[in-house]
């Protein structure tokens, strides 16, 4: 939303002062930025709907510098899971927990956090249920410390904490 104020003022500004080909590349820069960001929301939603192309498209024409980069990311490493590619997968939710950690985003952090841990999971290879249980243990620190408004989340790192509970024989948690 910083964003979006900083390219109107610009407009307005470029505007009052009649530089108006400067405040047309405002305008157009303030609705790619803006394109950029529905783009890297479609694309998650795209990827959690079973879109893997769709998906693909959208999260490729996301702006790597957009703040809802993340959101791309995260839908990159679902297409790859769903692709059965978890070292791709794992690399996908990383630079989504990364780029989402550097924009003070929660949600996708902590949704990046429980993909890469279901991935892990999934995979079960003889260290991926501790580094699994690693990544729920930072997820929950992240929810507990943030304010996520999405009462799924919690949902599925009970789910998971309960497999990763089951892969490494600990019953306490």
Known sequence: MA???AGLAGIEEAVSRGALPAALRAAE???EAEASGARAHRAW???ELGDLEGAVADAEAVDEAHPAAAWASLALGRV???????ETALL???D????ARASEQLAPQVRALLEGARVLLDRDG?????AAVGRLADARSLLDEGDAADPSLRLKLRLLLARGRFVTHDVEG
């Open 80 to 86: 790859a899971a769903a692709r059965s590619e978890p």
């Open 29 to 31: 820069e303030a609705v």
């Open 92 to 94: 996908r939710f990383d």
């Open 3 to 5: 964003q979006e104020g």
């Open 96 to 99: 989504a927990a990364a780029r």
């Open 45 to 47: 939603l795209r990827a």
């Open 126 to 130: 003889p260290a991926d249920g501790s």
